[in-house]
């Protein structure tokens, strides 16, 4: 079995009553939003990591102004020749507010699309997992920085 580990860094801005999403394009062609972020470089640090992908994924230039907290999935799938893969993600998790840019689309990225959605309509969207982890952070601030999320479908891959 072939280990993998992803190490992630995303923002949760709020604004007005407003969540700042990307959506995501899984590699089936599927849609679903996500939070501005990604993995992080070699050698980059988390704080750089989420203040990067938010501008890539929206236009803007964020400040992280809080860790609220990390989450980490498990998941396995299959790779080519038969193999599978034990994935690992692990997901530094920002509040974050906008302090610059214009909101736009990514090109030739893992999203295509960023929009502001009402916090009271998120729940009804086509979203990852990781969109409700990031609320719960957000609104509970747990002093440990960890919420009990269900966990996503089996072999499902997230952003």
Known sequence: MH??????????????????????VDGDGSKRWTLPGGGMDHGEDPYDTVIREA???TGYAVEPVELLGVDSVRRRYPRRLGTTA??????????????GGELRHETNGST???????????????????????????????AAGRVAIP????GTLEK
């Open 3 to 24: 280990k993998e580990l992803r190490v992630a860094a995303y923002a949760v801005c709020v604004r007005d009553g407003h969540m700042l999403l990307a959506r995501w």
């Open 55 to 57: 501008e890539e994924e």
């Open 86 to 99: 034990d994935f690992q993600g692990l997901r530094i998790v920002y509040e974050a507010r906008v302090t």
């Open 112 to 142: 295509d699309m960023a929009a502001w959605h009402p916090l009271d309509e998120v729940s009804g969207l086509e979203r990852v997992e990781l969109v409700d982890v990031g609320l719960a952070l957000w609104r509970e601030r747990p």
């Open 151 to 154: 966990p996503a479908e089996p």
